[in-house]
């Protein structure tokens, strides 16, 4: 007998809006779950781990990243183009050049279908729940607050997932968690933190606008099934 297709959480915020907490919480309530992160530490994600540390990208994994890349160019027409430009990001990345905005962004949605078919897929279909720091929103959030077309954006995250054969009903989380909090009790937060602080969230003013994106994010029932607003100020 099949088994029915597992539920997927992806868990939603500004760093300091208590993330960890949440999912440290769930792990004790879930047992049985599977969770994630991200960006992974593969391929794509270990590449934009080390931008947004300032470290020298891997080189191992920026070669098996397009290697992945060229195979899935080859899935349609229509997502041809963005994998080869996700491979020009590569390339830039592996010449220690700076990443425009979009360049991290594409980087974001490239790991996120090596995400989904190596991780949440296969776990989803033996019946697991997935619940997941981080997912489709903070990409439109954050990209969108760096001055990005979040349609634009949305766009390429769907010919992505076209090449790969990922469908809506695949790809769509079973309900998002977004934890809303105040931009400056946010960087107050990252500040006492004693963390290094992400290339996204320096900025006070950018971290207004990553709010405001989430919030908007919240209502599309296109993207996420269903949505839950946590005040995460406390």
């Known amino acids: 007998m099949e088994k029915p297709r597992g539920k997927f959480f992806p868990i939603e915020g500004m760093s300091g809006s208590g993330k960890t907490t949440v999912l ?43 290697q992945y890349a060229l195979f899935a160019a080859g899935g349609s027409k229509e997502g041809a183009h963005f994998w080869l430009v996700a491979i020009q990001a590569l390339d830039i990345a592996k010449l220690k050049m700076k990443l425009t905005e979009l360049d991290m962004q594409l980087l974001f949605m490239a790991d996120r279908v090596y995400d989904l078919e190596k991780n949440i897929l296969p776990n989803l279909a033996e019946g697991k729940m997935a619940i997941w720091d981080r997912y489709l929103a903070s990409t439109l959030a954050y990209g969108g607050s760096g001055g990005l077309d979040i349609e634009e954006m949305i766009e390429w995250q769907k010919k992505a997932f076209e090449s790969c054969k990922i469908l809506p009903e695949l790809w769509k989380p079973d309900s998002m968690i977004l934890l809303d909090l105040d931009p400056k009790i946010a960087h107050e937060r990252l500040k006492s ?15 207004e606008r990553i709010r405001d994106n989430y919030l908007a994010l919240s209502k599309r029932t296109d993207l996420f099934n269903n949505t839950v607003v946590v005040n995460a100020n406390q």
């Not at 991200?38 to 947004?52: D, H, K, M, N, W």
């Not at 290339?199 to 950018?206: A, C, G, L, V, Y």
């Open 24 to 66: 440290n919480v769930l792990k004790e309530k879930f047992p049985d779950a599977v969770f994630g992160v991200e960006p992974t530490y593969e391929l794509f994600g270990a590449v934009i781990r080390s931008v947004y540390s300032r470290q020298e990208p891997p080189p191992e994994e920026i070669e098996k990243a397009k």
């Open 193 to 207: 933190s004693g963390k290094l602080i992400d290339i996204f969230e320096e900025d006070p003013k950018r971290l």
